[in-house]
């Protein structure tokens, strides 16, 4: 097993500290993990640890990290809620996606467990989730506080005793817990979920667990952790919970694509050294910024609101974690082209119910071209093929097929387009 501690940045630019612990072979990484501790706990409780440790021996790296104010990470854990922390997964999910891979499998202990079930709709690429010993609402953990709600009403904080350590507490935490009571969303989910629970456990009570199993949908799996506690100190119950979770969660996972050791390192280093958020945040409309993630062919692509990666496929010795560069040039044309068809569509309030294109980039002779008269030698072509569903008359499928051509993107292409390149200083950001 390998680690790698990392630093992170949330919306509200506080750093956040967090570990990555991959297999020991980094080519042999099948998928990330993302882990969401306890209240109050950290990255490095023994159940978070154990877990992620066991899940490497199956090829599932795992990252968790330290929600705002807590052990390695910056901020005021005072100042922090069910929110803040729903948001801090949601900042750690998109540092993995842009600087390794989005992570597939979610599991959340305790209250991580609620905020995971929370946080999923907002990932696009989580298959499948897990809780541990976790409760149906946030709301469930004001029961922590019942000894000092009236000093919190009365001053607007109070300190507490968790477990062995005490926290100041301010009441907007209890306003914020108040605010996510309803289960619609564990309804919503709609993608396997895994809820591990023990019947003794003394803190977060099983019929919680019941709670997570009826307003989930199918496909939906319980497991009992018979005798172990909540914070399952004891290692063989980490080690169960592990084991079983890698064997469930197999079959919803898909396999990263097959890179070798050097390559998975040069792609998380590229990925910790370009230091890219900060680099897109002075990128102006209409400018993109292109970075190394590796030595070969993998690129991150961005703008000021999104990134993306272009890499080559495997047969041509990239990874195929991205589209190629004509990948992403037919689809520019192609999306520019759906673009500029619905707007027409819908300023003429047309009936246009759906478009699909179809583009192909091939370099042919001139003389296989029936339409390239007063061009020899070898051209290259786009073929563009457009499906048009909806109530239309002919004379309307004409015009949208003549206004495909009107598409900008198509229009600097065919135009006389000067390409100007020259060097700069480089920046440190």
Not at 49 to 71: M, N
Not at 181 to 186: K, N, P, R, V
Not at 389 to 398: M, Y
């Amino acid at each position: 097993m390998a680690r790698q501690k990392i630093t992170f940045k949330n919306d509200q630019g506080i750093e956040l500290a967090g570990l990555l612990e991959t297999p020991a072979d980094s080519g042999s990484i099948r998928s990330y993990a993302l882990f969401a501790h306890c209240f109050t706990c950290g990255k490095d409780i023994a159940a978070a640890s154990r877990i992620a440790r066991a899940l490497t021996k199956f090829g599932i790296a795992v990252f968790r990290f330290d929600f705002t104010g807590l052990g390695n990470s910056d901020g005021d854990f005072g100042n922090t809620n069910f929110s803040s922390n729903v948001d801090d997964l949601l900042a750690a999910y998109r540092m993995l996606e842009q600087d390794f891979s989005a992570p597939q499998l979610l599991i959340g202990h305790s209250l991580g467990g609620a905020a995971i079930l929370s946080a999923a709709d907002r990932m696009p690429e989580i298959k499948a989730l897990s809780t541990i010993g976790s409760p149906a609402t946030a709301d469930h953990v004001q029961h922590l506080f019942h000894c000092s709600m009236d000093e919190l009403v009365e001053k607007g904080k109070a300190e507490v005793n968790i477990g062995l350590r005490k926290f100041t507490i301010k009441k907007q935490l209890i306003d914020d817990l108040q605010q996510h009571t309803g289960t619609d969303h564990i309804a919503r989910l709609r993608r396997p979920l895994m809820v591990f629970h023990s019947p003794i456990d003394t803190v977060v009570p099983v019929a919680e667990a019941a709670k997570i199993f009826t307003a989930a949908k199918h496909p939906k799996s319980y497991v009992s952790l018979d005798n172990a506690d909540h914070l399952l100190s004891n290692a063989r119950d980490a080690e169960f919970v592990a084991q079983t979770l890698a064997s469930w969660a197999d079959r919803y996972i898909s396999e990263l694509p097959t890179m070798d050791t050097a390559t998975t390192t040069n792609i998380t280093a590229s990925a910790k050294a370009q230091g890219p958020i900060e680099a897109i945040k002075n990128l102006k409309s209409g400018e993109v910024l292109v970075t190394e993630k590796d030595k070969k062919f993998l690129r991150g692509l961005y703008t000021s609101d999104h990134q993306v990666l272009s890499d080559e496929p495997t047969s041509y010795g990239g990874t195929n974690l991205g589209a190629t560069p004509y990948d992403l040039l037919l689809m520019a044309l192609g999306s520019c082209t759906s673009m500029t068809i619905r707007m027409y569509a819908n300023h003429k309030k047309i009936a246009l119910d759906e478009i699909k294109i179809h583009l192909n980039h091939e370099r042919i002779h001139v003389d296989d071209c029936s339409d390239c008269d007063g061009l020899s030698g070898k051209i290259e072509r786009i073929t563009r093929e457009i499906e048009l569903k909806g109530d239309l008359t002919e004379a309307q499928r004409k015009r949208l097929i003549e206004i495909a051509d009107r598409c900008p993107v198509h229009l600097s292409l065919e135009n006389d387009l000067v390409v100007r390149t020259h060097e700069v200083p480089w920046k440190s950001v």
